[in-house]
């Protein structure tokens, strides 16, 4: 493999190769991640490679907590997939023992619901050029409080 290559099907790929792809298949609606996107590889533990071999350490990406691949997440998952492979939109019993699980985890009244803006689902939906304002009359107390320390 080259530098900033990846294998596929066809060949190798480019990083720009493979972004005009991912957009002509993907389209515009699915984002990337930075100004110029990250080529990454593969993941392990807490750190990802992109396609250069250049190494870094994922504090973002949905994983810091117990890493890329760690084995036995690798193993849950594969169990779970094999049973069923869906989201919380349906009903199924095991959503309900994780979440019993979580919360008896966490001290007492430490969950706060905080209201985020939703450009998809959300009260104040993408187009309305007023949507962060009406977010803030809401008076959210997380809000005034991001407010105040910026």
Known sequence: MTANTQTMSNGPMTT??????RRRLLGGNVSVAYRKPLHITRGSMQYLWDADGRRYLDAYNNVPHVGHCHPRVVQAGQEQMARLNTNTRYLHELVNRYAERLTASMPPDWVHVAVLPDLYRGRFK????????HHLERKDPDLQFAESIT
Do not use: T, W
């Open 126 to 133: 993408r187009g309305d050029p007023e949507a962060g304002g």
């Open 16 to 21: 720009e190769a493979l972004l005009r792809e």
